[in-house]
Nanobody, 123 residues
């Protein structure tokens, strides 16, 4: 069973930045496709960004492109999400997810999930 641990959430003022990190417990063997999703109160969990186990450029939700950047960490099966120019509507719980399959925006494709980290953006 792979465990994912997210860190880096918190409270920030609008216009500020936060950097989230996620590490998978399986950092020795398989390489996972990894993704970030978020869920705001009363809303469904939505795709934010993903990166394939093959490497290459991450996919970022169109509406977030330019403000959010996903990248792989130096340690295998770690990823970061750099969030700039944050807005109150970015307030949500941010989840890290992983799969041995290809990366996708479809949340049901991911087999492993972290507990989530709260991001709150004040106006």
């Amino acid at each position: 069973q792979v465990q994912l641990v997210e860190t880096g959430g918190g409270l920030v003022q609008a216009g500020g930045s936060l950097r989230l990190s996620c590490a998978a417990s399986d950092h020795k063997y398989s390489t996972y496709s990894m993704a970030w999703f978020r869920q705001a109160p009363g809303k469904e969990r939505e795709f934010v960004a993903a990166i394939s186990w093959r490497g290459g450029n991450p996919s970022v939700l169109d509406s977030l492109r330019g403000r959010f950047t996903m990248s792989r960490g130096k340690t295998k099966n770690t990823v970061t999400l750099q969030m700039n120019s944050l807005k109150p509507e970015d307030t949500a719980i941010y989840y890290c997810a992983a799969t041995l399959a290809e990366s996708t925006w479809y949340r049901q494709s991911y087999d492993y999930w972290g507990q989530g980290t709260q991001v709150t953006v004040s106006s």
